[in-house]
Nanobody, 116 residues
Framework: QVQLVESGGGVVQPGASLSLSCIGS????????MGWYRQAPGRQRDFVAS???????NYRDAVLGRFTITRDDAKNTLYLQMDSLKPEDTAVYYC??????????WGQGTQVTVSS
């Protein structure tokens, strides 16, 4: 079972920044590409960004240029730096492997709310 713990969410105004973290096991980080996903109220969980074990990154168009995904395998930690936040970024953010396991196991996520 995948064990991942996300943190760093909060309530911010539009234009602000937040930095999310996700800690997992060495087994997960050493073998997998990792990514961030988000689920807004009433919507499905969507892909946000991913990073390979070699550091190659990929982003959904809506966050390209505003979000930065990084990883520190020595700390088994995944990060998401979110700048220029918009109200439409409001969601619960989760980390997990890329691609997802079948079935996937999710952590509790961290809530990000962008509101004036």
């Amino acid at each position: 079972q995948v064990q991942l713990v996300e943190s760093g969410g909060g309530v911010v105004q539009p234009g602000a920044s937040l930095s999310l973290s996700c800690i997992g096991s060495e087994e997960i980080f050493s073998r997998n590409n990792m990514g961030w996903y988000r689920q807004a109220p009433g919507r499905q969980r969507d892909f946000v960004a991913s990073i390979t074990s070699f550091g190659r990154t990929n982003y959904r168009d809506a966050v390209l240029g505003r979000f930065t995904i990084t990883r520190d395998d020595a700390k088994n930690t995944l990060y998401l730096q979110m700048d220029s936040l918009k109200p439409e970024d409001t969601a619960v953010y989760y980390c997990n492997t890329v691609p997802l396991a079948n079935p996937p196991s999710w952590g509790q996520g961290t809530q990000v709310t962008v509101s004036s």
